[in-house]
T-cell receptor
């Protein structure tokens, strides 16, 4: 297993379009997290899955954002009607168990640019 | 609300010049404090977890320490390959016990 995989690595879209990102976690990890990072800032939590159940959502996650993890394997994050403020790096992480005893392994992220 | 403040924002060192990065935190109850390293265009890479005041952990040229209000990442005799952004994050007891609150990071540049 080569770690957490995110696709695409880069996405440029026009304002108002919908985009979808994919995250493939480490195969035995049952917890999956989405974070967003803008330039010069630390990552901000968006949402968390344990297996296929979405257990936590940040208030940052507006109605335009939706995340799924069907069958508890890969996850998708969709942003509808993108806005320029959505431009950021979207990071996915997975873990084998509960924090703090099991740390996150992050993917390399999907960089979204909304023009 | 949980808060993490890192200083300095940026630090430039000569190779071999030791220094420390600071992470001050305010949380409702600390379950763990985490240090990550992030290279440009990459996701954060885990370095350490600290659980309670007085704890120390070491890895190569890095040593992390924890008090009740802050954590330090000491870098001894750094090399150019240590150049990266170092992120500090906290996990609070409640709520959001499965999530991390990150600081903005310290960008470290080590010159040969």
């Amino acid at each position: 297993d080569t770690g957490v995989s995110q696709n695409p690595r880069h996405k440029i879209t026009k304002r108002g379009q919908n985009v979808t990102f994919r995250c493939d976690p480490i195969s035995e990890h049952n917890r999956l997290y989405w974070y967003r990072q803008t330039l010069g800032q630390g990552p901000e939590f968006l949402t968390y899955f344990q297996n296929e159940a979405q257990l936590e959502k940040s208030r940052l996650l507006s109605d335009r954002f939706s995340a799924e993890r069907p069958k508890g394997s890969f996850s998708t994050l969709e942003i509808q009607r993108t806005e320029q403020g959505d431009s950021a790096m979207y990071l996915c992480a997975s873990s084998l168990g509960e924090l703090p005893n099991y740390g996150y392994t992050f993917g390399s992220g999907t960089r979204l640019t909304v023009v | 609300e949980d808060q993490v403040t890192q200083s300095p924002e940026a630090l430039r060192l000569q190779e071999g010049e030791s220094s420390s990065l600071n992470c001050s935190y305010t949380v409702s109850g600390l379950r763990g404090l985490f240090w990550y390293r992030q290279d440009p265009g990459k996701g954060p890479e885990f370095l350490f977890t600290l659980y309670s005041a007085g704890e120390e952990k070491e890895k190569e040229r890095l040593k992390a320490t924890l008090t009740k209000k802050e954590s330090f990442l000491h870098i001894t005799a750094p090399k150019p390959e240590d150049s990266a952004t170092y992120l500090c994050a906290v996990q609070a007891r409640n709520p959001g016990y499965s999530t991390l609150t990150f600081g903005k990071g310290t960008m470290l540049l080590v010159s040969p």
